[in-house]
């Protein structure tokens, strides 16, 4: 059927799903139709080489059709295994939960989901239910999913607007601020504090003292601490978790994206016996809170593979070292191009923002982009580094001017060459006005204009 309906991937898409998805791919110009990926690379429809940098925003740690996974999840078809009898329990959920909680040492329980979305959703029912409290804070520009109560806990108006009323009891607060978290907490009635340690929307980058003291606040007025590690876990910045790098023990962490593999979805809570024992405290309240599909063989199987492969390829010391490396060469790039505004980042999750230039002809082409669509001119560099350099990668959030690489933990000092060149060059383009990239800069504000006419 792939072969046979190939040549109308777009027109069933535009027919039948997402059409305006379809849409920014050709005013992209990534409408090039992936065939195959294999570890960081994927292959477009004439065998042509990518280097992924979105990793499917963070899914692929390991790489793409890593074959550890592949002959798991293989096995574990071939076993003919009962699955989700219900009324049992499984082998492999129990030695999963055993393989992540080692890596925690400070938590003790484990409940698996569906999505990173689903793990919010049940932290922020556990936190309620633990604390008999309504309040959960979290912070501005925070992403936590799309669901409910995982929106009601986002920090982006794009993602929220036309869908309210929202959940009640949730309310944001500055990322970064102890003050306006102290004063959040302060009347005792907030039963968690739920917080990306690195902020995915920007990579924005905490304080050195901002986590330390996010968990004092919630320690004294007797909030849990949620550590959404979703997209910074397994590894991507360099230690297992984030908070590993400013020495904090959340209450409960969550997981998901990598720890899949890829393959099969899982998301994971990992949290205190205290918590997990006040959700399920009789026997009458087994099943209060599950997911039908939480606990499913495959997706246990690619959690235990995906951490094997984890820690027999050294992934998170790799993490570290090529992050320094890129890290490094992108800060020199700053001191260079005076459009590169800030380099942040930990291991192997790195934003790159540019900003106002100060020469006038830049100013100009500047204003005159950002006026039309805030975020447009990153455009002006994703596009060629797709195009010219065939490197994949994005914006960092809606109106967003920060460039976010989340490549897979294995790269090589090949691809560090690779994507350190075609920075290079395509930043070192967006400086010459007028010029290619200025000639892009103007269709793609063309078709900002009509697509605000038509609304």
Not at 11 to 33: C, I, P, S, Y
Not at 123 to 136: D, E, M, V
Not at 156 to 173: E, K, Q, T
Request: glycine share 10%; aromatic share 8%; hydrophobic share 45%.
């Amino acid at each position: 059927m792939l072969e046979e309906r190939e040549a109308e991937r777009y027109a069933l898409h535009t027919q039948h799903l997402n059409e305006m998805m379809v849409r920014v791919l050709r005013t992209l110009g990534f409408d090039v139709g992936f065939r195959t990926g294999q570890g960081q690379y994927l292959f477009d429809r004439t065998g042509t080489r990518y280097l992924d940098l979105l990793s499917g925003w963070g899914v692929f740690g390991i790489g793409r059709n890593h074959p550890l996974l592949r002959e798991t999840l293989s096995q574990v078809l071939a076993s003919d295994l009962p699955n989700l009898v219900q009324m049992d329990v499984s082998v492999l959920a129990g030695l999963l939960a055993e393989r992540l909680l080692g890596f925690v040492p400070y938590l003790d329980k484990a409940f698996f989901t569906n999505s990173g979305a689903e793990a919010v959703e049940t932290a922020i029912k556990f936190a309620r239910s633990a604390t008999r409290r309504p309040g959960i804070v979290y912070c501005d520009h925070a992403f936590h999913g799309l669901t409910y109560g995982a929106l009601s806990a986002n920090g982006d108006d794009i993602f929220r607007g036309g869908f309210g009323p929202l959940l009640p009891g949730f309310s944001a607060i500055p990322f970064n601020d102890l003050a306006a978290l102290e004063k959040a907490l302060s009347a005792r009635d907030v039963a968690a504090f739920i917080v990306e340690p690195i902020q995915g929307k920007g990579v924005n980058i905490p304080d050195d003292l901002y986590l330390r003291g996010a968990q004092a606040l919630c320690r004294k007025y007797g909030t849990l601490l949620v550590a959404d590690e979703i997209q910074t876990g397994m590894g991507r910045t360099g230690r297992f978790l984030a908070v590993e790098h400013w020495g904090v023990e959340p209450d409960m962490v969550l997981l998901a994206k990598s720890l899949s593999g890829g393959h099969v979805p899982v998301g994971a809570v990992l949290t205190r016996k205290a918590i997990f024992e006040k959700v399920f405290n009789r026997m009458d309240r087994a099943v209060v809170h599950g997911s039908t599909f939480g606990k499913n063989d495959l997706a246990m199987a690619a959690g235990l593979a995906s951490l094997e492969v984890i820690e027999t390829e050294g992934l998170v010391h790799k993490s570290a070292q090529t992050g320094a490396r890129l890290l490094t060469a992108f800060e020199k790039m700053a001191q260079r191009y005076e459009l590169v505004h800030q380099v942040r980042g930990k291991g192997l999750m790195i934003g790159i923002e540019f900003g106002p230039p100060r020469s006038l002809k830049l100013k100009a082409a500047w204003s005159l982009l950002e006026t039309v669509s805030a975020g447009l001119f990153c455009q002006l560099i994703t596009i060629p580094l797709f195009k010219d350099h065939k490197i994949l990668v994005q914006v960092a959030g809606h109106a967003n001017t920060t460039i976010k690489l989340l490549p897979a933990l294995a790269i090589t000092d090949s691809d560090c060459e690779w994507i350190e060149h075609a920075f290079d060059a395509v930043i070192a383009d967006s400086h010459r006005v007028p010029g290619a990239v200025w000639s892009l800069g103007k269709t793609l504000a063309d078709h900002a204009i009509k697509a605000y006419a038509t609304k």
